[in-house]
Antibody, heavy 120, light 111 residues
Framework: QVQLVESGGGVVQPGRSLRLSCAVSGISFSTQAMHWVRQAPGKGLEWVSV????????FYSDSVRGRFTISRDNSKNTLYLQMDSLRTDDTAVYYC?????????????WGQGTLVTVSS | QSALTQPASMSGSPGQSITISCTGTNSDVGNYNYVYWYQQHPGKAPKLIIYDVTNRPSGVSNRFSGFKSGNTASLNISGLQAEDEADYYCSSYSSGSTHVLFGGGTRLTVI
């Protein structure tokens, strides 16, 4: 059974940090790229970041570059997103998604998302 | 960097066919075959329905098909069913500063 389970969301004040996790089971993890995609309340999907299977290639959207850090632990089948200097416009449901071999936006399997609310 | 352009909403009757467009530039849709389509029902996670412009993942109905011409990709849904009522998003690799772009989404209503 394919499972991607995000955790770590919650309410945080502007300027603070939060770390999201995504535990993957039932599918290959260590050989595929992984993405974070977010969706603000009532809005569309926004791609956030991707990491290659070996963590050697990493890309970020313009809106989070310099503030967010993606990482992975292949021994734990877990993906992370360290979010620093959070802003109110970072409020969204954050989804992790398993990609493919090419870092091109292919998101085959998705988690159910974790809500991050940035508010004072 | 701008998102890909999709119509905000479309509607169709059961049994009809509809085509949702997704317009980008020659830095994304027009120059790469890395175009994806996702279906999202309210309160649910997105589901991949088309990858690499024309391919369907296993288990996705063959009523869904994708194609591309120039800078515009399109998703065709034939034989509309009530269960097709959802939001649809296109996505593409981009050689610009943001590696992957999404469209703004199209809300499909089956009336």
């Amino acid at each position: 059974q394919v499972q991607l389970v995000e955790s770590g969301g919650g309410v945080v004040q502007p300027g603070r940090s939060l770390r999201l996790s995504c535990a993957v089971s039932g599918i290959s993890f260590s050989t595929q790229a992984m993405h974070w995609v977010r969706q603000a309340p009532g809005k569309g999907l926004e791609w956030v970041s991707v990491i290659s299977y070996d963590a050697k290639n990493i890309f970020y959207s313009d809106s989070v570059r310099g503030r967010f850090t993606i990482s992975r632990d292949n021994s734990k089948n877990t993906l992370y997103l360290q979010m620093d200097s959070l802003r109110t416009d970072d409020t969204a449901v954050y989804y992790c998604a398993r990609g493919g071999g090419v870092l091109a936006g292919y998101c085959h399997y998705w988690g159910q998302g974790t809500l991050v609310t940035v508010s004072s | 960097q701008s998102a890909l352009t999709q119509p905000a909403s479309m509607s169709g009757s059961p049994g009809q066919s509809i085509t949702i467009s997704c317009t980008g530039t020659n830095s994304d849709v027009g120059n790469y075959n890395y175009v994806y389509w996702y279906q999202q029902h309210p309160g649910k996670a997105p589901k991949l329905i088309i990858y690499d412009v024309t391919n369907r993942p296993s288990g996705v109905s063959n009523r869904f098909s994708g194609f591309k011409s120039g800078n515009t990709a399109s998703l065709n849904i034939s034989g509309l069913q009530a269960e097709d009522e959802a939001d649809y998003y296109c996505s593409s690799y981009s050689s610009g500063s943001t590696h992957v772009l999404f469209g703004g989404g199209t809300r499909l209503t089956v009336i």
